[in-house]
């Protein structure tokens, strides 16, 4: 039995302090009920918490920690980085070479800019893109997060072509009108919008595999049509790779899917687990970028030395073990494919979405392939068989419409730990409703 004690101490104290008690809305587990676990520790697939349970763990920081916890090399190059000092303000060798290190990994990249953050890459490329074009509006898809920048908390509303309506109080209606949005994997609707804003649209900005409405597949086709509208157009196609980006491959969906942007946002591996985000793409469009160009954008902490020498040993580690994308791969399938023969033989017809080391499963027997048909998705049903999980000490993502993320860490044994749990959990929660 899981012990919960501290932790629900800790929750009741953190409301006080901190809006909700957590510094990220997802961490509250509020969709699946429940209190949150607070966490001390945790070392290759494992996560201990306050209150001495240990917890196979599935989000891996949201991607981040695709070597397992606390890797050692990772952690060797933070320590080596901090008798330094731990930032400069002013450029260092380190930038040069993790910036000439993602050249050489990502297709799309020719030049690139750190940051902070995914939301602080996000936010950049688009103004990078209105700057070059000389244009305002900007085309996203249903379901897609890119950060909590002010002009990507838009949904559809009803229909593709309504403008878009803030889902955030706190964003202006001018921000909102700047926004268009199509369902994901609908070409149709992306041409629709463009035609009806003809010269207008200054960036497409997407997922091209989307994590962040549960685990959603391109379409054959979406995403090479994305490009032929773009270049038809004279639209600047964002890739944004923060959760894809050397996950999927070395140079991320782009390389796996063989569709190069004109630009690209990174964040989560690319930092190791330090904050780190960076956009990049052609030079024409970087040397936009201030003091190369007119379009301003900078920060403080920007290629902080710790952060890369985090992400310099992460990033390093991966470009020369192309084998960990394989061995991901197999891994993630036969967590997958142990779920799916067990929901066969028990006549349960759910959906799995999968590619490479990232998966989720749909409580509902339709195929998912954009927003509205991951809404089809049973959420409660999603709530018990997350608790059930917790309670056999997995760790999934607190939210249906999330991705999980594999780990090198996860072994054969672990596979099977988690597929038994997972029948199990289906089990209950199919009973319990
Ligand atoms: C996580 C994420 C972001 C935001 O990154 P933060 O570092 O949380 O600001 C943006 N885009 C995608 C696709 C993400 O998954």
Redesign the pocket.
């Known amino acids: 039995m899981i012990q919960a004690a501290t932790s629900n101490d800790l929750f009741l104290r953190a409301q006080n302090s901190i809006p909700g008690g957590v510094n990220s809305p997802v961490r509250a587990f509020k969709a699946v009920g429940g209190n949150p676990r607070f966490m001390v520790s945790a070392k290759g697939a494992y996560m201990f918490d306050e209150d001495g349970n240990k917890f196979i763990d599935l989000i891996n920081s949201?991607g981040p920690m695709i070597l397992g916890h606390a890797s050692e090399l990772v952690q060797k190059a933070v320590q080596d980085a901090i008798p330094n000092s731990l930032s400069f303000g002013a450029p260092t060798r380190k930038e040069i070479e993790i910036a000439e290190l993602i050249v050489s990994m990502v297709p799309s990249i020719e030049k690139v800019r750190m940051v902070n953050?995914?939301?602080e890459a996000?936010m950049s490329a688009i103004r990078v893109a209105r700057g070059y074009t000389g244009r305002d509006k900007i085309i996203k898809f249903e379901g897609c997060?890119?950060?909590h920048g002010d002009s990507f908390l838009i949904s559809a509303g009803s229909g593709a072509i309504t403008l878009g309506v803030p889902d955030s109080p706190g964003v202006t209606k001018g921000t909102a009108n700047d926004t268009l949005t199509a369902p994901f994997n609908n070409l149709e609707a992306v041409q629709t919008l463009v035609e009806a804003n003809k010269g207008q649209v200054a960036a497409i900005i997407l997922?091209p595999v989307a994590?962040?409405m549960g685990l959603v597949t391109p379409a054959d086709g979406f995403l090479q049509g994305l490009r032929s509208i773009c270049d038809k157009e004279g639209i600047v196609l964002i890739f944004?790779e923060?959760?894809t980006g050397f996950r999927l491959a070395r140079g991320g969906a782009q390389e796996l899917y063989g569709v190069t942007p004109d630009l690209s946002t990174l964040?989560?591996i690319i930092g190791g687990g330090m904050p780190v985000?960076a956009y990049g793409g052609k030079k024409e469009l970087m040397d936009y970028v201030a003091p190369a160009g007119p379009v301003y954008q900078a920060g403080t902490l920007s290629g902080n030395p710790i952060a890369m020498s985090a992400g310099m040993a992460m990033l390093t580690y991966l470009n020369e073990h192309p084998e960990v994308y394989t061995q991901l791969d197999h891994t993630a399938g036969k967590m997958v494919a142990g779920m799916q023969q067990n929901l066969e033989q028990s006549g349960h017809k759910f959906t799995i979405n999968r590619v490479g080391s990232m998966f989720s499963i749909f409580f509902t027997d339709q195929p998912v392939n954009d927003f509205e048909s991951a809404k089809t998705s049973d959420t409660a049903m999603f709530g018990r068989y997350f608790n059930a999980m917790l309670q056999r000490g997995i760790y999934l993502a607190p939210s249906q419409y999330e991705t999980l993320f594999v780990s090198t860490s996860i072994t054969e044994d672990l596979v099977e730990q988690y597929v038994q749990a997972s029948i199990e959990s289906i089990k209950e929660a199919l009973e319990a409703k």
């Open positions: 949201w953050s995914g939301t996000t997060y890119h950060g997922e994590g962040n944004d923060v959760m964040g989560k985000g």
